[in-house]
């Protein structure tokens, strides 16, 4: 309607949250499995913490420190300690940049890239939906290829013809999550191989979102693959899914451009005090992590013994089920249904993307799939 509206941006859906609500309250009390943050609020003493922040030290009045220093140093530090890098190749502050969140990282690192350019990226799906709809809204095109459909390793001879083949638009970035949401699998020694032999004028995003679950990471590559970036959040292990803020780890020029394509304050004062606050206090805050592994295990097995369900192993706070070609419910209904008992999971990448919440959650996630996929008599 608008005629001063880009088409590309006429053409697209905005991207839907879910609702939430600013004050915590919620009109019904739902599992909320549908996005992969953590089941822990942070502890009350570090909110407590915050709140004193808050009131005796923040000043509400001024700009955020627009450098992210502090925070870069406590970053460097921790990158530095869970990749277990010795001192002489430690990472320093200077290879960090901070995001509002890893999403806006995504774009910078587009916007650095591509922008404006004849330049596509590669992605594997499924995958994190965001680099799709990110490149999208700046009109840069974006090449997909497909993965195992059993180990939803990437298809590596596909992945390896997109890189080579001779057309206008070459690809200039290859993304990969590490392990891959939604289907939980880390990369295989295969790929990762892969990823090392790719040309230097390609860059390659490793996305760790889940690194605190999986416990690999790929930070010690960096000093050989310049041409490599790792990206990680607080979104997740850490509990801070509210404050948004995310961080990449690159080669220092690499980062420097991405510091040049941020807004000036893109961090909020308050955010960036609680990501130093986590990190500060990272020891119990991570060790809840152990339960959440053995909570994915017994779920797991519990989810495998529904007969309509294929579930995959993960590395990450999440689940990855298919529905067998079997099963008398479509994703759809399975999803309203679920939502109707009171759980919220995701259907995305062909398939159920089920966050491990709490232990009294993820038993209620068994019982109603359960109820509604076997115990259900199949109509005729
Ligand atoms: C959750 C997630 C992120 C985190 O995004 P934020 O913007 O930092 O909240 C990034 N990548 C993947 C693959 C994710 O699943």
Known sequence: ??????PAIAQLNAYKPHPGSIIGSHPQTLDRLDTNESTHDLPEELKQKLGELYIYSLEANRYPDGSHQELKEAIAEYVNESAQISPETALFPAQICLGNGSDELIRSILMATCLGERAAILAANPTFS??????????????????????FETNLEAA???VKSDTSVPIRVVFMVHPNSP?????TPQEIEWLKELPPEILVVIDEAYFEFSQHTLVSELGQHPNWVILRTFSKAFQLASHRVGYAVGHPELIEALEKVRLPYNLPTFSQLAALLVLQNRQPILS?????LEERKYLKEQLNQISQLTVWPSAGNFLYARLNPSSHLTYETLGDRLK????????TGGGLRITI?????????????????DSVSIPN
């Not at 799709?132 to 290829?145: C, E, Q, S, Y």
């Not at 109707?340 to 259907?347: A, C, D, K, Q, V």
Request: hydrophobic share 35%; aromatic share 4%.
């Open 357 to 373: 919440g709490n232990p009294d959650e993820n038993k209620r996630t068994y019982q109603r799939l359960h109820s509604l996929l």
């Open 340 to 347: 109707t008992l009171g759980t919220l999971i995701r259907h």
């Open 183 to 187: 289907t939980g699998n880390p990369l």
């Open 160 to 162: 390896q013809k997109g």
């Open 1 to 6: 309607m608008l005629s001063f509206i880009r």
């Open 288 to 292: 809840s992590v152990g339960s959440l």
């Open 130 to 151: 965001m680099y799709g709809i990110l490149a999208k809204t700046l009109g840069i095109p974006v090449v997909t290829v497909n993965r195992n459909p059993q180990t």
